[in-house]
């Protein structure tokens, strides 16, 4: 996936993850103090647990996004993280844009339970994945927004 020279919302498809990063900038921008947040950006073999700080540089008309590693974990790889689309079914799973948890009968669990609830090592091929936001999460950065 390309995505130098784009805009940082043509980069998100989640109708609710690009709305929350809209309210974020704009507090940032209105206020002209920092938001800042946990979030998860795992690969599959490791769990990274991710800080980002969005501030606003008035003299310079911009966004400043930041990100830094709190903490890394080790696991097991998990393949359902990182095939092309071209290698998975017409399925598609819920993940959270925000934790990595994934949808399964109307519980958000960590990635490696819903791999295992769903059955999927013994797949061949894997569903797509979509990104969303779970309630936990959520509530969470309704939180980040609306901090005074």
Not at 22 to 34: Q, S
Not at 107 to 119: F, Y
Request: with cysteine; charged share 30%.
């Amino acid at each position: 996936m390309r995505v130098l020279g784009l805009q940082l919302m043509d980069c998100i498809a989640d109708l609710q993850t690009r709305h929350i990063y809209n309210l974020l900038i704009d507090r940032v921008r209105e206020e002209g103090r920092e938001a800042r947040f946990n979030y998860r950006c795992d690969s599959p073999r490791c769990r990274r647990f991710m800080e980002m700080r969005i501030n606003y540089i008035r003299a310079l008309y911009q966004v400043e996004f930041r990100s830094r590693v709190l903490r890394l974990e080790r696991r097991e790889p998990v393949n359902l993280i990182d095939l092309p689309l071209d290698k998975r079914t017409s399925e598609i799973l819920n993940m959270c844009s925000w934790c990595k948890a994934v949808l399964v009968d109307q519980a958000w669990v960590e990635v490696e339970l819903a791999v295992e609830r769903l059955g999927l090592l013994a797949e061949p091929v894997l569903p797509q994945i979509s990104h969303g936001i779970c309630p936990d999460c959520r509530n969470r950065m309704t939180g980040v927004i609306t901090r005074q």
